[in-house]
C-alpha cells in the first residue's frame, strides 16, 4: 500500500527555522515525483514546487522560489521542506504528494503555526 | 505560468441535481488535468485524472471533460456527502497551479 507519512504538527517563532518531512513507503520512492502544496488558514491550494527523488532535481514555484528548500533523501525514503527564517504568512497545512498525474497518494499534512 | 480559473467560486445545488464545474486554463495544456475533492478538515483527494480518467474507487457520478483550454467536472446527480470544495490542478507545465476552487453546498 502506498504511504506518504508527514511529521507533526510544529509551532514557531518568526525568525526560527524549520524542516518537516514526508516518508514514503509501498513504492519505489526514487520512481516517482514528490511536490509540495501550501494551504493557508480557509484558502485554497497553492502548488509550491517538486522534487525527484532518483537525482534530486527540483523545480519550484516562483512563488515559493527563495522562500523555501524542497530536498530528499532518498536513502530513507523522505523528502523534506525547509526555511530558514519563518514568517507569520507561512502559518499553514503543507501537503506532501506523489505526483503521478497531479497527485494521487497525499500525506496527511502538517500544520505549521508561526506566532510570537 | 499558466492561470487555472474555475467557475463558478460557488454553489448551492439540491440532492439529485446535475452539477457542472468549468476550469479554464490561459493557454493550453492538452489533457494534463487533474480534479479533487476537499471536505473541511480534510485531506485533498483526486477524482478525476487526464482529464477524463475517474480515480478508482470514485463514485461513477463523477465526470470530467476537455482538452486543450477548457474542462468540465460534472456530478450527475448531487449527493449530500458531495459537499466540499473542489479544485482543478495543471499538470503540464511548471509552475504547476491550481483553480481558486470552488465550494458546493447542499440546499
Known amino acids: 500500500e502506498v504511504q506518504l507519512v508527514q511529521s507533526g504538527a510544529e509551532v514557531k517563532k518568526p525568525g526560527e527555522s524549520l524542516k518537516i518531512s514526508c516518508k514514503g513507503s509501498?513504492?519505489?520512492?526514487?520512481?516517482?515525483?514528490i511536490g509540495w502544496v501550501r494551504q493557508m488558514p480557509g484558502k485554497g491550494l497553492e502548488w509550491m514546487g517538486i522534487?525527484?527523488?532518483?537525482?534530486?532535481?527540483?523545480r519550484y514555484s516562483p512563488s515559493f522560489h527563495g522562500q523555501v528548500t524542497i530536498s530528499a533523501d532518498k536513502s530513507i525514503s523522505t523528502a523534506y521542506l525547509q526555511w530558514s527564517s519563518l514568517k507569520a504568512s507561512d502559518t499553514a497545512i503543507y501537503y506532501c504528494a506523489r505526483q503521478d498525474e497531479g497527485g494521487g497518494y497525499w500525506g496527511q499534512g502538517t500544520l505549521v503555526t508561526v506566532s510570537s | 505560468d499558466i492561470q487555472m480559473t474555475q467557475s463558478p467560486s460557488a454553489m448551492s445545488a439540491s440532492v439529485g441535481d446535475r452539477v457542472t464545474i468549468t476550469c479554464r486554463a490561459s493557454?493550453?495544456?492538452?489533457?494534463?488535468l487533474a480534479w479533487f475533492q476537499q471536505k473541511p478538515g480534510k485531506v485533498p483527494k483526486r477524482l478525476i485524472y487526464?482529464?477524463?480518467s475517474l480515480q478508482s474507487g470514485v463514485p461513477s457520478r463523477f465526470s470530467g471533460s476537455g482538452s486543450g483550454t477548457e474542462f468540465t467536472l460534472t456530478i450527475s446527480s448531487l449527493q449530500p456527502e458531495d459537499s466540499a470544495t473542489y479544485y482543478c490542478?495543471?499538470?503540464?507545465?511548471?509552475?504547476?497551479?491550481f483553480g481558486q476552487g470552488t465550494k458546493v453546498e447542499i440546499k
Open positions: 487526464t482529464a477524463s
Open positions: 522534487i525527484y527523488p532518483g537525482d534530486s532535481d527540483t
Open positions: 490542478l495543471q499538470h503540464m507545465t511548471y509552475p504547476w497551479t
Open positions: 493557454q493550453g495544456i492538452s489533457n494534463y
Open positions: 509501498g513504492y519505489s520512492f526514487t520512481n516517482y515525483w
